[in-house]
């Protein structure tokens, strides 16, 4: 039996709502990773979610998109 070879992370565009736990994005500091459950504001206009630095994971931040904006995302595999 030929052991499953493992699935990579994709790469996906979605709405900021649509993104989940463990999700990871890239800036130009480096790799984020979603660590809360986005939440809106500003009459639904405004989206945003606590994420934190992969490299140091005692940096965390808000990070904020339009609730109309499409992100890429890369998801494990699922």
Same mark, same amino acid.
């Given at each position: 039996?030929?052991?499953?070879?493992?699935?990579?992370?994709?790469?996906?565009?979605?709405?900021?709502?649509?993104?989940? #736990?463990?999700?990871?994005?890239?800036? &130009?500091?480096?790799? @984020?990773?979603?660590?809360? =459950?986005?939440?809106?504001?500003? $009459? !639904?206009?405004?989206?945003?979610?606590?994420?934190?630095? #992969?490299?140091?994971?005692?940096?965390? &931040?808000?990070?904020? @998109?339009?609730?109309?904006? =499409?992100?890429?995302?890369?998801? $494990? !595999?699922?």
């Amino acid at each position: 039996m030929k052991p499953r070879p493992e699935k990579k992370p994709s790469l996906h565009h979605i709405l900021p709502m649509e993104l989940q #736990v463990g999700d990871r994005l890239a800036d &130009e500091t480096g790799e @984020w990773e979603v660590i809360g =459950r986005p939440y809106m504001s500003a $009459g !639904g206009k405004n989206a945003h979610v606590r994420v934190r630095w #992969v490299d140091k994971p005692t940096v965390s &931040e808000v990070w904020t @998109w339009g609730a109309h904006e =499409r992100i890429s995302v890369k998801r $494990g !595999g699922n």
